[in-house]
């Protein structure tokens, strides 16, 4: 109790203070130790079935009663430390509930997620004329190339404009890939051709499989949506683009990219920066986030608070959901003001502006759902698993 009274201050320290963020290892170390050895002691008297092995018992128990002693001492050690007398006590900040943060990318589809997106009016006009337009004089592939930081709203852009009607009219074929970190030619070609046929396809090699998608292709107009690329590998690329060249002139593929230099390398036609939503768009995905009932409104004084803390998101469509998310279920001025003052905002992290409404979100989870996070922080980026044995973990 003593250690996570000052647990939530010292995380937040962990990250400007690295002997801080040494004594949390230590002391996560002593609780899982803790942890174990009284699950062992559980496990051993639920053994215990007849009077007749309470002797053997009986002495497990001045085994465990050493052990015990040993996990305490430890864990007084870490308290008596000269720095933990600079953390400040828990006020329960650790109570709250808190959406996905994950630094890591989740797969996405080509389904709709948000029904409206606010400030993005002009973005989703301009890339659909892209698209349905006919004017280009050349008959190689067309690639047009969404570039926006982490969190910016590529995906959901890219998203509605995948299933607006016009583009329906427009193209004979659609495909929605998530690339993510990995480039395997033959398995990014096979997974085009599975989107277009919405079928398992049993290709052996990429001479098949290339086969297959040119004549898939040929003589129909095509979409391919290929978000969250990060590759830059001009070879590989051109070795992907090879039979995707038999589309019908109009054919067309769309990128998500947080980088520039991968637009350029897949030799873009149209690269579009996605920029920061504007103030007032801002404090529309703020509110819809932040507000319980969508038809209920904020009192003057928490609107106030609100408006600053959209302020410090900066813009950010993914900042503004989370920490609008994270104060939903906080009703009092003291919890907003709480939120807008807290020191992490501040914290020098370089090139990743969302970093800090992410590590608020994170602050905010009870213990217990820390380190569930911190665990499924182990899978890599689009990893697939069976949510059954994820629980059962």
């Excluded at 053997?56 to 308290?79: C, M, P, Q, R, Y």
């Excluded at 098949?208 to 830059?232: A, H, I, P, Y």
């Excluded at 920066?273 to 404090?283: A, F, G, R, V």
Aim: proline share 2%; net charge negative.
């Amino acid at each position: 109790m003593d250690i996570n009274a000052v647990i939530d201050d010292a995380e937040q320290k962990q990250f400007t203070n690295s002997l801080v963020r040494e004594w949390l290892d230590e002391v996560r170390d002593a609780l899982y130790d803790a942890e174990d050895l009284l699950e062992q002691i559980d496990y051993e008297f639920s053994q215990t079935q007849l009077k007749a092995e309470f002797q053997s018992s009986a002495s497990k128990v001045s085994n465990f009663e050493s052990k015990i002693i040993e996990l305490i001492d430890d864990l007084e050690s870490l308290l008596d430390q000269k720095l933990v007398q600079d953390f400040q006590i828990s006020s329960g900040v650790g109570s709250g509930l808190a959406n996905n943060v994950s630094g890591k990318r989740n797969e996405s589809s080509s389904l709709v997620t948000q029904e409206v997106i606010y400030g993005r009016d002009d973005d989703k006009e301009m890339i659909l004329n892209w698209l349905i337009s006919d004017n280009e004089n050349h008959n190689q592939l067309s690639i047009h190339s969404i570039v926006g930081m982490g969190g910016m709203g590529k995906t959901t852009l890219a998203q509605h404009v995948y299933n607006h009607p016009t583009i329906d009219a427009k193209f004979t074929i659609k495909a929605w890939i998530c690339v993510s970190d990995e480039l395997d030619v033959f398995k990014l070609t096979r997974a085009i051709l599975e989107a277009i046929h919405k079928s398992t396809d049993d290709s052996r090699n990429l001479e098949m499989v290339q086969g297959r998608l040119k004549k898939s292709l040929t003589g129909r107009k095509f979409l391919l949506v290929l978000d969250d690329v990060w590759n830059e590998d001009r070879e590989q690329w051109k070795s992907l683009q090879t039979p995707l060249k038999y589309g019908v002139k109009g054919s067309k593929i769309l990128v998500t990219t947080r980088s520039n230099k991968v637009a350029c390398t897949m030799e873009s036609n149209n690269i579009h920066q996605l920029k920061q939503l504007q103030e007032d768009h801002s404090w529309q995905v703020f509110a819809k986030h932040a507000v319980q009932d969508g038809n209920s409104k904020l009192n003057s004084e928490l609107k106030e608070i609100g408006m600053e803390i959209a302020e410090k998101c900066q813009g950010l469509p993914l900042a503004l959901e989370t920490v609008g998310s994270l104060l939903q279920s906080k009703s009092s001025v003291a919890e907003w003001e709480g939120i807008l003052r807290s020191n992490i905002w501040d914290l020098p992290i370089e090139n990743s502006k969302i970093i800090p409404a992410l590590l608020l979100s994170y602050h905010h989870l009870p213990s217990h759902l820390k380190r569930c996070f911190a665990y499924c922080a182990l899978f890599p980026k689009d990893h697939g698993f069976d949510k059954e044995s994820l629980i059962l973990s």
